[in-house]
């Protein structure tokens, strides 16, 4: 435990040294790798989100490949499809820039759903589907996709339901005036417009510590706390749709990551409630007649973490 936890504050210390002030968003996306997730970074164009992803890759010593979601992207420009090969006279597989370690779905609201599916079960299932043969996908695989939640103008949102396949959903948002100057001042020193973050594991080390995940120590109080947040986004009045079962397993999976990345070996309240806001957000829906208020997913989430009892559990020591 004390090795994995020097690895993970190593992977994210590297990715400080290019995305400048987002140690929250980025603590809570090593989180949801480290738990086998998928992770969605929804905010304005230019806050970094390409950038993290790749970063994540190089620190993480994963396979990068970036595809562009356009409208006229295919499911096999994704997956792969099977060519011709005029030299063996047979058919060969030439697989898609899903056969990666860590694919960055770039503007994934911008392609069509039948596109969007097709990346949704490789997240899911881990393997892909051609011609009625399935090919596996290499391990670790992870998707970091974004969605600019502006310019909505022939965009095909996502649905829910396929929005609760992503264990976590970051935004950045706009840095402070010293973190903006912190940009431009590192662009100078650096008198190049490319940056290169260090390999810190690979991607067996990886699997290693998403393995040592499950050494960490959930006690009942806290699962029961993760269920009773879940249960209470379904039940509010301002609710249209709560989150599902898979919410509430979420906010455990990603609390178990950031305890690790804190260097503990159990989860406490405190790391349920860090981690809601990005678990629970994206799997609440509110009621239509409510979407010209003030009401929304956030002010859910924030009422349900203030009214729902934090659960008291024993101090414990090293």
């Known amino acids: 435990m004390p090795t994995a936890h020097r690895r993970a504050l190593a992977v994210l210390d590297e990715v400080d040294t290019v995305v400048v002030g987002k140690r929250a968003a980025t603590e809570v996306v090593l989180a949801a790798v480290l738990a086998g997730g998928h992770v969605l970074m929804e905010d304005y164009p230019g806050l970094g989100k390409t950038l ?27 997956t792969g499809s099977f060519v011709y090969d005029q030299g063996s006279h047979a058919f060969e597989f030439r697989r898609g820039p899903v056969f990666t370690g860590l694919l960055l779905a770039d503007e994934i609201n911008r392609t069509p759903p039948k596109t ?41 949102p996502l649905p829910e339901a396929q929005l609760d396949r992503f264990l976590v959903r970051v935004s950045f948002g706009y840095p402070a005036a010293d973190e903006e100057w912190q940009v431009l001042d590192r662009r100078i020193s650096r008198r190049q417009e490319d940056q290169q973050a260090r390999q810190v594991v690979d991607a067996t080390e990886l699997l ?59 989860v406490t309240p405190d790391d349920v409630k860090a981690v809601a806001p990005s678990v629970l957000e994206h799997r609440v829906v509110v009621r239509p007649e409510l979407w010209m208020g003030d009401v ?23």
């Not at 595809?67 to 096999?76: C, M």
């Open 52 to 78: 993290a992803a790749r970063t994540f890759a190089q620190a993480l010593g994963l396979d990068f490949t970036r595809a562009q979601f356009t409208p006229d992207l295919l499911p096999s420009d994704l």
């Open 116 to 156: 969007q599916a097709a990346l949704l079960e490789a997240m899911q299932e881990h393997q892909v589907t051609v011609e009625g043969q399935t090919f596996p996908l290499p391990r670790p695989f992870h998707v970091l996709a974004t969605a600019n939640p502006v310019e909505y103008e022939g965009t095909y």
């Open 208 to 266: 290693e510590l998403q393995a040592t995940l499950e050494d960490v120590t959930v006690p009942a109080e806290v699962g029961r706390y993760c269920v009773a947040l879940a249960r209470a986004t379904r039940e509010h009045e301002h609710s249209l749709m709560g989150a599902s079962p898979r919410g509430s397993l979420g906010l455990m999976l990603v609390a178990r990551g950031t305890a690790l990345v804190r260097g503990r070996d159990y």
């Open 296 to 318: 929304t997913p956030r002010s859910i989430v924030a009422d349900v973490l203030r009214t729902v009892p934090t659960p008291r559990t024993p101090v414990r020591t090293a």
